[in-house]
């Protein structure tokens, strides 16, 4: 029966996979969000305050486009990971543009920003800045290869590490 399989389904692992919820803090996992493209879907699925956990292995893809969305859409970005420079140096440069034209298109959001070494420290990061209300929401927009085999891999420690915390 159709109306089974759709009332069943709890979506694709990797793919805004929901982790845990404690709190009233949730925690989801998009480890298959690979590029910026994939990460600004990730972020547009959410209304909720959002604490994002990105980076990893840079591809050479062009960062703009979520550096601005981070601007308006992210409470707290987390960065870790070889990209993680890269990442910090787009946020600055968009960050810089948006306060030198101060248009009202630049409705930038005050938010924060940490840098972890990997993703278990921005595991940990993300579970003492999160409050009640967020979601911390991993999708890296890289690709995993600089600390695990694949986006799988790096999935499941996330998926490991959330449900270990003593939150």
């Not at 409705?107 to 990997?118: D, K, V």
């Not at 278990?120 to 999708?139: K, M």
Request: proline fraction near 4%; charged fraction near 20%; glycine fraction near 6%.
């Amino acid at each position: 029966n159709i109306n089974n399989i759709i009332n069943n389904f709890n979506g694709v692992p990797h793919r805004l996979e929901f982790v845990k919820s404690h709190n009233g803090i949730h925690w989801y996992h998009d480890s298959i969000a690979t590029t910026p493209e994939r990460t600004i879907a990730a972020i547009n699925s959410f209304n909720e305050p959002l604490v994002l956990l990105l980076g990893g292995h840079d591809k050479n893809l062009p960062w703009q486009d979520l550096a601005k969305l981070i601007t308006q859409r992210v409470d707290h970005l987390i960065v870790f990971g070889e990209c993680a420079g890269i990442i910090l140096d787009q946020m600055e440069r968009v960050i810089k543009a948006a306060d030198r034209s101060q248009t009202p298109q630049s409705n930038q959001r005050p938010f924060s920003i940490s840098h972890c070494s990997g993703l278990e420290e921005a595991v940990y990061t993300a579970a003492n800045i999160a409050r009640q209300g967020d979601v911390i929401l991993l999708s890296p927009g890289a690709a995993s290869y600089d600390e695990f085999i694949d986006f799988e891999e790096r999935g499941e420690h996330f998926r490991e590490w959330v449900k270990r915390l003593a939150i």
